[in-house]
């Protein structure tokens, strides 16, 4: 290794890699980011994200304390139901959150965008935007990164965290594809009025709901309250600490994000135009409105005021699982490596733990306890095992994977009866609702597995 300061090169000023870039600034490494987008307001990242204890022990450990601290007043209103609903919004099951005074105890619900802004905050010594990645190339004790407008760049480790379409993993890891889950979604985002306010009953605005629709037409509900109104000035009530951490934060400023309801509809992949992935606005929510044909009439007047801008497909993807590979100068995090589906809410979570953990490796390998790629063995054998052990609980969870039992012609119908089943059992049964919130929280707060 060089006697020179080490120096990392990130590839995507992503969740992970932003929280990574933190992580060895605050601890006096040498960072630059790389990221294709041209400013920090660019890209689709208006959607929730749920910050599990996991993720926020991650973001504790590496965002400099007042940062986090400003991450924790910028989330939304934290849910308090987890509820399960029919397409007729009779509820199936409804399970009470944990109300823990400690914010790192809970899931916590943030716009993408505003976690975007927040992880971008006095950065911008660090982040170089308007760099696409186009290869890379290994010296002995150094490592190369190349970008489309002609510029290069020099350090000691490659860090890929450019998302589940990796450029530098198809260079690095060719072998480790992504395919498609089977499985389609249409996300929107219904601006929160008095008017789509009433829509709901307190118990769905205050949770977040998954609908187990009839005919294989699944759903997820959540509301996203936040401090700011639609002017993007405080509103009444706000706690002095937050009032001040959000008044003199300059991330607000390139912020769009508002009170809205996120209501998101999925179902198999067949059931989808041929040309889905194409459509973008209202021909896309009126996709939607066909495949809820039957759901209550309150949801369907929710998609109906759906910000057209806002709706957009996405077909859900999965890693399929590597083999440990030789470490060298270049490695991987998040969903570069470990594409999972939303199944168990846990991709975010996922690349926040790989940031954290890589951040401890290098930190030991700068103060001389360990040479380079001992960390980086040391970081992809952990990362590995517990990364595709994600990607496996996400495709088994109800409807993420495109040939679930519950999208059959025949037998889906039993399929969905036992899945409601379970849940109203669950729920109504104190021990076993008692065993299933504690079950969710060790999951989504787990380190060892």
């Known amino acids: 290794m060089s006697s020179e300061p080490l120096h990392v090169l990130i590839i995507g000023a ?10 060895l600034r605050r601890a006096g490494i040498s960072v630059a980011v790389y990221e294709r987008y041209r400013t920090r307001s660019d ?4 959607y929730r994200v749920g910050i599990n204890p996991t993720g926020c022990r991650a973001l504790r450990e590496c965002l400099p304390p007042e940062l986090f601290q400003t991450f924790l007043a910028t989330t939304a209103q934290p849910p308090r139901y987890f509820n399960v609903l029919t397409e007729q919004l009779h509820r199936t099951a ?6 823990d005074a400690d914010p790192t105890s809970i899931d916590q619900s943030v716009s993408r965008m505003t976690l975007r802004q ?3 905050t006095d ?9 696409t990645f186009t290869h890379y190339q290994q ?7 190349y970008f489309a407008d002609g510029t290069s760049a020099t350090g000691d480790l490659l860090v890929a965290a450019d998302g589940t379409h990796s450029a530098v993993r198809r260079q690095y890891l060719p072998h480790a594809v992504v395919k498609d889950a089977g499985s389609i979604n249409i996300a929107s985002k219904i601006p929160l009025t008095e008017y789509t306010r009433g829509l709901l009953s307190d118990e769905v605005r205050q949770g977040i709901s998954l609908i187990f629709g009839a005919g294989g037409v699944m759903g997820v509900l959540h509301v996203m309250e936040f401090k700011w109104d639609r002017r993007g000035e405080l509103k009444p009530g706000i706690g002095v600490t937050d009032a001040s951490m959000i008044s003199g934060w300059p991330g607000l400023l390139y912020d769009n994000t508002r009170d809205h309801i996120n209501l998101i509809v999925w179902s198999t992949a067949s059931r989808f135009p041929a040309n889905v992935m194409e459509l973008r606005g209202e021909p896309l929510a009126q996709i939607a409105l066909e495949l809820t044909r039957n759901w209550h009439p309150n949801l369907r007047e929710l998609l109906r005021h759906s910000d057209p801008g806002s709706v957009v497909p996405v077909k859900v993807a999965t890693s399929v699982p590597v083999e440990p590979w030789p470490s060298s100068r270049v490695t991987l995090l998040g969903d570069a490596i470990h594409t999972m589906t939303p199944g168990r809410g846990v991709g ?13 490796e290098l930190v030991a390998c700068a103060s001389g306890a360990k040479p380079l790629l ?3 063995a040391d970081y992809e054998a952990e990362m590995i095992r517990y990364g595709f052990a994600r990607v496996a609980d996400s495709l088994r969870t109800n409807g993420t994977n495109g040939d679930d039992p519950i999208y059959k012609p025949v037998i889906g119908r039993l399929a969905m009866l036992a899945a409601r089943g379970y849940f109203s059992v669950t729920s109504r049964v104190p021990p076993l609702r008692r065993k299933f919130v504690d079950q969710l929280y060790e999951y989504r707060g787990a380190e060892s597995g």
């Open 118 to 120: 927040v992880l971008l």
């Open 123 to 131: 950065m911008e010594d660090v982040v170089h935007f308007g760099r």
């Open 374 to 376: 001992s960390a980086v």
């Open 94 to 99: 409804s399970f009470p959150l944990r109300p």
């Open 14 to 23: 992503g969740t992970g890699g932003m929280c990574l870039a933190h992580g």
């Open 43 to 46: 890209g689709l990242h208006g």
């Open 139 to 145: 010296h002995d004790d150094r490592v190369t990164a």
């Open 348 to 360: 975010a979570n996922t690349a926040l733990r790989d940031a954290a953990l890589l951040r401890r």
